[in-house]
């Protein structure tokens, strides 16, 4: 077993609905509710409830960021190796929180979940979300748990995207902002990846215009969804280093379609054990969020998105990472600049490409706990 | 209509087979026969013949270069820019041919060619064929046409392939290689996608074993495929500058799954029409032997694979390729420098991605042009 800082976690549903809440007001103009939301915690609230670090996770993570649920647990939350005891996010210190993105598959209400007024799995009668509805959800979380203000709001990619966001939605009530490889708005050829994954869903018999839930789930579609989004996730240069040329299980080529090379064959594993964990309707709906995410398209101009924050920022980009590209994080932090807000920035030379910020603990790690130190005196 | 410099055209066929043409002897080791090869020419051959240029096509090319075949031609072929009177390959000096490639879909014998052994089309029958095998393929051809030594080969992509691979197998047969955008090996990333692509169209339920002939075709599966290869031969840049993020015909977000951003649709769109001139079998087939390219392997090093060429070289790489990156095009520059061997390289500052070496005309055919003088006085 990989060693574990914070040990084993209990994950927790809250779910809002009732007399005291009101539906949640989505960006689209619906109302919806009740909605169920999946979290776990780490660490303890200090007296005056401060110290509390809302982790946000990418698109196929899960509100399970550190620990292990139980001994049978092979191993431990995704991003264990940042949060614990004397880890970046340190949990001597600070109330680590995590929480299911709204529309996801583990625990929080998403397409696979019962609508209340059908007594069936919503489907595509799951309305359209986008990140702005996920982090609202996530202020209500932070609320219900007796929380006025962040001490830092963080995550990668897609969690990026909601950190941005609760900056511009929240600002009085997140004192810092922790963006890796993440991007304002979603590029022409990150939309196309997307659009990819959606057709390969789509247009798998077994999807049935999202009706499968207790039949066979869409598996071959997914697992091309997820084989060409790993490919986003990788570098040219770290699939080089861990696959190269090499044939799986063979050294000379068997001139026929059984032969495989060893990355063919990791990413359809990959793919083929993605089903076991992912909602196929929910890589349609938060690839859709991520599509509609455009700050500078939403306030008039990235500028003007950022014109009420009052959150200290750190970001960082990768210099392999192709899907969000450094460029993208740059124009980010020129428009805080302009705007005269508090942004410390680091481009970190690193192979692992768009996982960098899953998989380089150390630099990027020091970097963090550095901000939060600096964000915790201010606050 | 576009202008095209040739005019009109005619597609011819060659048959290889019967008593004075051995069967094929294929790198897998298989005896394959008969072959059919279809070619265009424009221009004439001079009366020694020593003024031929064989182009050779990418992926999804095919023999028609240049010129139209008849007035309700749309388009003239997907060279034509490059080709005729006045043109980089002019056709008032050369005699330019271009061949549909061993295992293509476009008149040469491929995966849908019927097997005389059965009656069939060959389906999985048909072997895995090489580069190798096409280029042998196309030796028989040039000889065919009375040609001992060709002034060029030239392609770029999967052509770029074969003409390096002209200059190993026929060294005294090809007086100048044009290799633009390629490779001497497929990396790690490359064959990732090719396998997401093989994977999309292997799981349409009417691939069928790629028993689908005159049945309905894997379409949904092979206009995945095309979606994710569109993706790589454009650029972040190109799709920046093309599609933006702009919606397809309405301002705002519908808030549903049927509003699409411009990119989306068009990649739909092209993946959609792709089916009508590509068959899902060829893509299977060409995609694996461009997985199998590897000339550094094959012949113990790049080095040790060029050292008996007596072709000059000419490589060009572009920017923006992030397909067969420029690192890719210097390997080869490199090894043939180490061998002494007569190499001009460029990398063209061109945002177009992949794709560049189909659409800058302008400084890629000035080098060309030049380059064919130069080996025109030597040859």
Redesign the interface.
């Given at each position: 077993m990989e060693s574990s800082g914070v040990g084993f976690v209990t994950p927790r549903d809250v779910t809002f609905a009732g007399a005291e809440d009101e539906p949640l007001l989505?960006?689209?103009?619906?109302r919806f509710g009740p909605v169920t939301v999946r979290y776990e915690s780490y660490g303890s609230l200090n007296a005056d409830r401060t110290n509390a670090i809302l982790i946000l996770h990418a698109f196929s993570g899960d509100a399970h960021a550190a620990g292990r649920h139980g001994e049978t647990d092979r191993r431990p939350g995704w991003w264990d190796a940042m949060i614990g005891p004397g880890r970046p996010f340190d949990t001597d210190r600070y109330c680590v929180i995590c929480s299911n993105v709204l529309g996801g598959c583990q625990g929080t209400t998403g397409p696979g979940s019962l609508d209340p007024t059908t007594g069936r799995p919503y489907g595509?009668a799951f309305?359209?979300v986008t990140i702005e509805d996920m982090v609202n959800v996530q202020y209500r979380l932070v609320r219900h748990l007796g929380i006025e203000r962040l001490l830092a709001a963080a995550g990668g990619s897609m969690g990026g995207m909601q950190a941005l966001q609760w900056t511009i939605s929240y600002p009085e009530a997140v004192a810092g902002a922790i963006v890796l490889a993440s991007t304002a708005?979603?590029?022409?050829?990150g939309?196309?990846?997307n659009?990819?994954g959606?057709?390969?869903i789509m247009?798998?018999?077994q999807w049935n215009n999202g009706e499968y839930y207790g039949k066979a789930a869409p598996a071959?579609?997914l697992?091309?969804a997820r084989?060409?989004g790993h490919?986003t996730y990788?570098?040219?240069a770290s699939?080089?280093t861990?696959?190269?040329?090499r044939l799986q299980e063979r050294e000379q080529?068997g001139?026929?379609?059984s032969d495989?090379?060893e990355?063919?064959s990791y990413?359809?594993y990959q793919?083929g054990t993605f089903v076991d964990r992912f909602d196929a309707n929910t890589y349609?709906y938060l690839s859709?969020a991520i599509?509609?995410f455009?700050l500078g398209?939403k306030y008039g101009s990235l500028e003007a998105a950022f014109e009420k924050t009052t959150s200290k920022f750190l970001l960082v980009s990768y210099t392999s990472d192709?899907l969000y590209?450094s460029y993208q994080g740059k124009e980010i932090v020129v428009a805080l600049m302009r705007r005269g807000k508090d942004v410390s920035y680091t481009e970190l030379d690193c192979p692992y490409g768009h996982d960098s910020f899953l998989l380089e603990t150390e630099r990027q790690g020091a970097l963090i706990a550095s901000f939060l130190q600096t964000v915790n005196r201010h606050a």
């Open positions: 989505l960006e689209s103009g619906r595509l309305p359209v708005r979603l590029s022409a050829q939309i196309a990846f659009a990819v959606r057709n390969a247009s798998d018999a071959r579609g697992a091309i084989m060409v490919i990788l570098s040219d699939m080089h861990k696959f190269g040329r080529f001139f026929d379609f495989q090379f990355v063919e990413l359809e793919g349609i859709k599509d509609y455009d398209g192709w590209p």
